[in-house]
C-alpha cells in the first residue's frame, strides 16, 4: 500500500509556483507517517514549495485541511479522487466544521490522528473504511508517538525541529479557533517522551508549538527541568500570566528559551475586555509597561501577536499599536485581522449581528484573499480595516523600522546569535507580508483580475 501525504497552500497560481519561504516542517504529517505501518510505502508533498503530482499512482492521500486552506485542500482532493485514489482528510478545519469536510473527501477524521489512525489504514486494507472517525480526545496527547523526520528532507524547510509538549490551553479567547478545537483544556505529553524526541533528531534549535507552552506553571516547569541538561535553544508561543511566577521564568530561560510568540492582541482595555482575553487584562491598561520591562529582564525575544478589527478598534487605535510594537523595539509581531473561524464564539455572535461578509464562508469564496476583511467592523469600513492592517505589517518590517527595533540591547543585541537571528528572518518575514498579501484562496488560473493587473 503506498500514503501519500499532502500539506496544502494557502493557494497557488496554475502554470507557476508561489515557494512559501519561511515554510515549516508539517509536524501533523510526520506525526501522520509516525503512526503507520512500517510496510506502508509513505511520501509527502508539499504544495507550499512543489507540485502536487496527481499521476503518480497511490492509494490513499492523506490530507491536513486548516481553514485557511481548505479551499485548496478541497480542489487538491478532487485531483486525486479523479485518477481513483481515495482520499482521507483531518486538522483544525474538519474539527470545526466536519460536515463541510466530509463532503470533500472520502473519509474524514475529527480530532486527534493518534487514537484512531492505525485502525483507519486497518480499516482501508479491508475496504472498510468508514466515512467518518470521531476521535475521543486522549487525556495524554502523542503518548509514546514519534514523528517521522525522514519525510521532511529535501523539502527546504527552516532549520527549526517542530515538536509539541502539550495540546490546548485552558482559556477561552472570543476568537480562539484551538480552544473549540480543545474545548477549553490542556493536555499535556509525558516529559520523558519529549525528550525522548529531541534525542532523536540533530537540531539544537527547537520550536515548541504548543498553543499555549506555560498554561500549566507546574507541568512547564518540569519540562523546562528536564531541558536544562540537553543545551538546547527553543522557542514557543505562551501567555503573558507566566510573567508572574519568577520561578518559572527562571527555568524557562535557564533552559535554552530564546523567546515566545505572545498574544498582546491589543492595547486597549475595552477590547481586552471584548475578546475575554484573561491572561491580559492587568496589563493592557498600561500598556504592557511592567510586563515589557520584565520580558527585557529575561532576555527574552518577544514576537508580539496582535488582533485587529475589534469592535473597540478605530483607524487610528490600530495605528497607535503599530507605532507601540515598533517603540517597544519586538523582535516580530503580527497584525492578523480579527477572523471569524468556524464554530468560535466570535462567528457566531458576527454571525447573530449579520457582520459577516462572503455569506460567512469566507474561507470557500472564490472573491476572498487572504488578509483581507470578512466581518464588517464598528468603526471603519472592511476595505479600510484590510488596509490598516497591511499598513501596520508594512510599516513594523520596514527597513527603518528593522533597523531601529535591532537597537535592543538586552534582547535583540543581547548576543552575536540573538543579532544572527534578527538579521535573518526579519527580512525573510519582510518578504512573506509582501508575497501573502492578497492572496487568492486555491488554485488560480493564468488570468490576472483587473486589481492585480494595476499592481503590475
Ligand atoms: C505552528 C503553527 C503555525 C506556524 C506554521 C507551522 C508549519 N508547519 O507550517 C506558523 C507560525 C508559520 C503559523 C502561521 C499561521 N497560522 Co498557525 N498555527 C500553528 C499552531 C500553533 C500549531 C500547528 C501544529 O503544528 N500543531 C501540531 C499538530 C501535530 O497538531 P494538528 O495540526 O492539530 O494535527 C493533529 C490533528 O489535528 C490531526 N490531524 C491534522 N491533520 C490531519 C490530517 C489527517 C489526514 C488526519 C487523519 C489527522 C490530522 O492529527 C494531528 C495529530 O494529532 C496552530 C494551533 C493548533 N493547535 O493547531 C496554529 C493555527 C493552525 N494557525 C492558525 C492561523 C490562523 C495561522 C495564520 C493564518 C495566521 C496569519 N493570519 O497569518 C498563518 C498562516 C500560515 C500560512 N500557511 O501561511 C490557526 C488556524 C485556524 C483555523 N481554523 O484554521 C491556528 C489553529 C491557531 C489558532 N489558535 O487559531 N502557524
Ligand atoms: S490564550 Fe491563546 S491559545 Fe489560549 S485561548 Fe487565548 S488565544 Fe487561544
Redesign the pocket.
Known amino acids: 500500500m503506498k500514503l501519500t501525504?499532502i500539506?496544502p497552500?494557502?493557494g497557488r497560481r496554475e502554470h507557476s509556483l508561489y515557494v512559501?519561504e519561511?515554510?515549516?516542517?508539517?509536524?501533523?504529517?510526520?506525526?501522520?507517517a509516525g503512526l503507520t505501518p512500517p510496510e506502508v510505502e509513505v511520501v509527502l508533498y508539499d504544495d507550499?514549495v512543489e507540485k502536487i503530482p496527481y499521476d503518480e499512482p497511490t492509494d490513499l492521500a492523506?490530507?491536513?485541511?486548516?481553514?485557511?486552506?481548505?479551499r485548496r485542500a478541497y480542489e487538491i482532493s478532487a485531483g486525486f479522487r479523479k485518477r481513483g485514489a481515495k482520499v482521507?482528510?483531518?486538522?483544525?478545519?474538519?474539527?470545526?466544521l466536519p460536515e463541510e469536510v466530509e463532503e470533500h473527501c472520502d473519509?474524514?477524521?475529527v480530532?486527534?490522528?493518534?487514537p484512531?489512525?492505525k485502525t483507519?489504514i486497518d480499516d482501508f486494507r479491508a475496504g472498510k473504511m468508514k466515512r467518518r472517525?470521531d476521535?475521543v480526545q486522549p487525556l495524554c496527547?502523542?503518548e509514546n508517538v514519534f514523528?517521522r523526520r525522514d519525510i521532511f528532507e529535501g523539502k527546504g524547510?527552516l532549520p527549526i525541529t517542530?515538536l509539541?509538549f502539550s495540546?490546548?490551553?485552558s482559556h477561552s479567547?472570543q476568537?480562539?479557533?484551538?480552544?473549540v478545537?480543545?474545548k477549553a483544556r490542556h493536555y499535556c505529553r509525558p516529559v520523558e517522551d519529549v525528550i525522548r524526541e529531541i534525542r532523536l533528531q540533530k537540531r539544537k534549535l527547537l520550536?515548541f508549538?504548543?498553543?499555549n507552552i506555560v498554561c500549566s506553571h507546574e507541568k512547564a516547569k518540569e519540562l523546562f527541568r528536564a531541558l536544562i541538561p540537553l543545551k538546547i535553544h527553543w522557542v514557543s508561543?505562551g501567555s503573558l500570566d507566566m510573567l508572574k511566577d519568577p520561578e518559572l521564568m527562571e527555568l524557562m530561560v535557564k533552559s535554552g528559551c530564546l523567546g515566545l510568540?505572545i498574544g498582546f492582541e491589543s492595547i486597549s482595555p475595552e477590547c481586552i475586555a471584548q475578546m475575554n482575553k484573561n491572561t491580559n487584562r492587568d496589563g493592557a491598561g498600561s500598556l504592557y509597561a511592567k510586563e515589557i520591562e520584565k520580558l527585557r529582564s529575561w532576555g527574552l525575544q518577544t514576537w508580539a501577536a496582535f488582533t485587529v478589527g475589534h469592535d473597540g478598534d478605530t483607524i487610528e487605535s490600530v495605528r497607535a499599536t503599530c507605532d507601540f510594537a515598533i517603540r517597544n523595539k519586538f523582535t516580530f509581531a503580527?497584525f492578523?485581522?480579527l477572523?471569524p473561524?468556524?464554530n468560535?464564539p466570535l462567528y457566531r455572535k458576527l454571525e447573530r449581528e449579520g457582520r459577516l461578509l462572503y455569506g460567512g464562508k469566507w474561507?470557500l469564496d472564490e472573491n476572498y484573499r487572504?488578509?483581507y476583511a470578512a466581518i464588517v467592523p464598528k468603526n471603519m469600513t472592511p476595505e479600510e480595516l484590510t488596509e490598516i492592517s497591511f499598513d501596520c505589517r508594512r510599516r513594523f518590517n520596514s527597513p527603518l523600522s528593522i533597523f531601529l527595533r535591532a537597537l535592543e540591547p538586552r534582547t535583540n543585541l543581547r548576543t552575536p546569535y540573538r543579532f544572527m537571528t534578527y538579521l535573518i528572518y526579519n527580512p525573510l518575514f519582510r518578504k512573506?507580508v509582501f508575497k501573502?498579501q492578497g492572496m487568492r484562496f486555491g488554485l488560480e488560473s493564468g488570468k490576472k483580475t483587473g486589481e492585480e493587473r494595476e499592481k503590475c
Not at 62 to 70: G, K, L, N, R, Y
Not at 88 to 96: I, T
Not at 175 to 179: D, H, I, K, Q, T
Request: glycine share 6%; aromatic share 14%.
Open positions: 501525504l500539506k497552500n494557502i512559501d519561511a515554510r515549516m516542517e508539517p509536524l501533523q504529517l510526520g506525526i501522520l507550499r492523506a490530507i491536513t485541511v486548516e481553514t485557511f486552506t481548505a482521507v482528510m483531518g486538522g483544525m478545519h474538519a474539527m470545526l473519509c474524514v477524521i480530532g486527534d490522528a493518534e484512531v489512525w483507519v472517525y476521535v496527547p502523542q514523528p524547510y517542530l509539541q495540546r490546548g490551553c479567547c476568537f480562539c479557533a484551538s480552544s478545537y480543545f520550536f508549538v504548543d498553543d508561543q510568540v503580527a492578523n485581522i477572523m473561524y468556524p468560535t474561507w487572504f488578509n512573506e501573502k
